[in-house]
């Protein structure tokens, strides 16, 4: 008969690491900043982990009067970006012995209802990703501590926010066009309410106001997906006069594009340039590669749990902005040649 092993405790990381219970509990709850040296920390973690202690989630949610559990709203499954968003916020909870519980909202712009109304006692707070400001009223008056990520501080009711530099992402791919040298530019944009994409369209107006030369010849609503961004390329490319770049929220409204360049017997990026915005994994599944904004999507997931955390021990953690990068690929070139005659096509 096999005898199964006693569970190990903190009194026998301690004794293994020659301190006391004390100076465990703040190693393993990471309060141990200024009171425990770093020797001591990593030796607590070495028998931790050679003893294979796992703490008492139960017995330590009794006392703490917590769940240590977070969930995650996002407007959609569908999306790689949100799943990795949801990848950074489960590492950094796991590190912190939290759970994370994924939830999509319908459309992830309109009021979404609670869906844990009868059971909010279960969870200790909410990270809210890409929502539109007025979209988690029901979970806000649950008094749930709420982090958003990429949403307007000003309009956020939130404890915490995090978001990306959504403007300087803009203006890298306009400022990547006009060095190309084009000059008549189209944007399909998302047909989105959210805060996210009105920044996207306003930054593009005041970036290409301080280029006179160059202009936006079209702005093209397009439904979030690679079809809505055909319709929307197609509507573009067989104006008069046609751009020669369109710039896209999204790189699904990229990937329609490039089709509809297709489908209309031009070359990308020889006759039309075509941006992205995201760089999720569609970006190099295409052919050109897309040129798109690269946004740290795991690291916005766990700055979200991280500012959530804080929140939970009490504190108030500052907005954080995250950089972005314009990631250049073969879907942009510069413009064809006659792009500068007047009626040139």
């Known amino acids: 008969m096999t005898t199964a092993h006693p569970r190990p405790t903190s009194r026998d990381v301690a004794r293994a690491a020659g301190v006391s219970q004390a100076t465990v509990s703040l190693v393993l709850r990471d309060k141990w900043h200024g009171r425990v040296s770093a020797r001591t920390v990593e030796a607590v973690r070495t028998a931790a982990r050679e003893l294979g202690y796992r703490p008492n989630l139960a017995a330590r949610s009794l006392r703490m009067g917590r769940t240590r559990t977070a969930l995650l709203v996002v407007p959609a499954l569908t999306n790689d970006f949100f799943a990795r968003v949801h990848t950074g916020a489960a590492r950094i909870a796991a590190e912190h012995d939290f759970g994370v519980v994924l939830y999509p909202s319908p459309e992830g712009i309109g009021p979404t209802r609670d869906p844990f109304d009868s059971a909010r006692a279960t969870l200790d707070g909410v990270i809210a990703s890409s929502m539109a400001a007025d979209a988690l009223t029901a979970l806000r008056e649950g008094g749930l501590p709420l982090v958003m990520l990429d949403s307007e501080p000003a309009r956020t009711p939130a404890a915490a926010t995090v978001n990306l ?176 005659r007047p009626g040139g096509n």
Do not use: Y
Not at 205 to 232: F, I, K, M, N, Y
């Open 165 to 340: 530099d959504i403007a300087d992402g803009i203006r890298q791919a306009t400022a990547h066009l006009l060095g190309l040298g084009h000059r008549r530019l189209a944007h399909l944009a998302a047909d989105v309410r959210s805060w996210t994409f009105e920044l996207r369209a306003r930054t593009l107006a005041d970036t290409l106001r301080g280029a006179p030369q160059a202009h936006l010849v079209r702005t093209e609503a397009a439904e979030l997906s690679v079809a809505g961004g055909l319709r929307a390329a197609e509507r573009a490319l067989t104006a008069d006069p046609r751009p020669t770049a369109l710039l896209c929220d999204d790189d699904l409204l990229a990937a329609g594009a490039c089709k509809a360049a297709r489908r209309l017997g031009l070359r990308v990026p020889e006759d039309v340039s075509v941006t992205g915005f995201d760089d999720l994994a569609l970006a190099t599944a295409v052919e050109p590669e897309l040129t798109t904004v690269r946004l740290p999507a795991e690291e916005v997931g766990a700055a979200g749990m991280r500012a959530l955390l804080a929140v939970l021990d009490g504190h108030t953690p500052d907005t954080t902005t995250l950089p972005v990068e314009l990631v250049a690929r073969g879907s942009s070139g510069p413009p064809p040649g006659n792009a500068e």
